[in-house]
């Protein structure tokens, strides 16, 4: 399985954990990535809201370098595989959009190239019962809520990710790694995502929200798929205790992460030390686990 | 709760520029609310999705770009998945945005436009997002140097954010992008 592997701009900064957790459990799972050179931002959430064609034409910079390595694209970023996806819809269903952005990039781009998180890739294309067998350890009964967020879900007619109100694709990973993927109600719900520093008093309550559903339906830790929601949910625990005098003290976990601990790797290869809230509760939970 | 609009010179408001920049026709709306009741902010700000569409058919001028909830809209697409008449209000929120821009509208809370602008400017210098230095330059803009910081030195120490910018992007082709859609734009 070879795809063509784009990290995002957060993958670099504030999402290193998510990026090297990534790539230390893709080999393992029998997944070759290549980096397309000269990557570029996709435009994230700034560019659409400035410019219509800007943000169209960022992410189609990138589509083209992947077309050119005659490959499908697989993300790990909810933002990067929202704004690929969207380009990919308006380049493909308006031909004047089309027309713009060839101009733009100085070469015309059809739409073509897949865009698939890296999540979609390990159920749709390796298959449950293959990556079973690459396990090495046991979540044993962890009780994790995965939380999806807006950006992998929504619009569900261009994102077309699992379902768009009750995805289950992370809980059936989770089930698949021995640990009970949460039936709770806010696995869609939005974090703030963008807000985060300019108007953080309202990412505060979204947070809280999600984090204090997580903990009412008996979650040990919340596992996520998207840079900004990991970051939003870790960071701002600390003010939430602030604010409402409330101490949560929810880890925040990557889903790679937690595949890369069931294939016995280390905390420092997965980068679990760059987690805000400390997971070691949750790493004491599963040891015990497999000793006994 | 009534709905009131301040009428000005041109007939259709704003709402012809909104479907000139988004195409979309808001038109069908039957104001049943859902995108309300889903969307994440609208309990915490001024107005709502489905008041702006009313709003906006209605003929309303430029009083409506002053709406806080232009800026709080988080972009998160609750409203648009779940319209029985799938009106892409996601994409009339950033025809407002820019619309906002043009008229110099009323700066919003937390300055989303400076933080956009700041952004952008990362991505085009450095052809990736430079974190760190946006929200140095965000801090500056808005004199707000004290909140947050202490999550600087943390997140730092946990090489949790970059300390310099990136430099392995094709910044040839995004001073590309950026110069031709600006000259588009000027035009």
């Keep these: 399985m070879k795809y063509a592997y ?31 050179k000269g990557w570029s931002c996709c435009g994230t959430t700034m560019a659409h809201q400035v410019d219509h064609d800007l943000s169209v034409s960022l992410a189609a910079a990138n589509l083209l370098k992947v077309k050119d390595m005659g490959l499908n694209m697989v993300v790990s970023c909810a933002s990067c595989y929202s704004r690929m996806k969207i380009a990919n819809h308006e380049i493909s269903t308006h031909p004047k959009t089309r027309e713009k952005i060839a101009a733009t990039l100085g070469r015309d781009y059809d739409g073509s190239v897949k865009v698939r998180h890296f999540v979609e890739i390990i159920l749709e294309d390796m298959g449950l019962a293959a990556f079973k067998k690459a ?29 768009p109100e009750n995805p289950v694709y992370m809980d059936r990973l989770i089930h698949a790694m021995g640990g009970v993927g949460l039936d709770w109600p806010h696995k869609v719900e939005c974090c703030g995502g963008s ?29 996520v798929a998207c840079p900004m929601c990991q970051i939003n949910l870790d960071m701002r625990q600390a003010n939430i205790l602030k604010a409402t005098g409330k101490r ?31 997971p070691q509760e949750t790493l004491n939970f599963i040891q015990s686990s497999i000793r006994s | 709760m ?39 902010v609208s309990g915490y700000t001024a107005s709502s999705p489905a008041e702006i569409i009313k709003k906006l058919q209605l003929g309303a001028g430029k009083e409506l770009l002053d709406s806080e909830i232009i800026w709080t809209c988080v972009s998160c697409s609750t409203c648009y998945s779940r319209c029985p008449m799938e009106i892409n ?47 140095a330059l ?33 910044k040839k082709m995004v001073k590309q992008i950026f110069n031709h859609l600006e000259k588009a734009r000027k035009k």
Aim: with cysteine.
């Design chain 1, 195 to 223: 807000l985060t520093l300019t108007r953080s008093d309202l990412v505060i309550k979204l947070s809280e929200a999600i984090i204090a559903m997580a903990k009412d339906a008996g979650a040990q830790c919340i596992a």
């Design chain 2, 89 to 135: 209000m996601a994409q009339v929120m950033d025809a407002l945005r820019v619309l906002a821009e043009e008229t110099g509208a009323a700066t919003p809370d937390g300055n989303m436009p400076l933080m956009n602008k700041i952004l952008l400017g990362t991505i085009k210098t450095f052809g990736r997002t430079y974190d760190l230095g946006a929200m």
């Design chain 2, 138 to 170: 965000y801090k500056a803009g808005t004199a707000s140097y004290m909140k947050d910081m202490d999550k600087v030195p943390m997140i730092l120490k946990k090489g949790k954010i970059a300390l310099l910018p990136s430099q392995g992007a094709d």
């Design chain 1, 248 to 278: 949560y003290n929810m880890p925040i976990i990557y889903i790679t992460q937690l595949m890369g601990l069931c294939l016995g790797m280390s905390e420092q290869v997965l980068g679990l030390n760059k987690l805000i809230i400390s």
């Design chain 1, 135 to 163: 396990l090495t350890h046991s979540l044993q009964g962890l009780k994790v809520a995965s939380y999806y967020g807006c950006l992998l879900v929504r619009p569900p007619e261009i994102a077309s990710f699992d379902d």
């Design chain 2, 2 to 40: 009534p709905i009131r609009i301040k009428k000005e010179a041109v007939p259709e408001g704003i709402s012809r520029r909104v479907k000139e920049i988004s195409g979309i026709d808001i038109n069908g709306c039957l104001q049943c609310k859902k995108c309300t009741n889903g969307c994440p």
């Design chain 1, 6 to 36: 784009f990290p995002g701009c957060s993958a670099e900064s504030t999402a290193r954990d998510l990026y090297l957790s990534t790539l230390a459990i893709a080999p393992v799972l029998g997944i070759e990535f290549v980096e397309p």
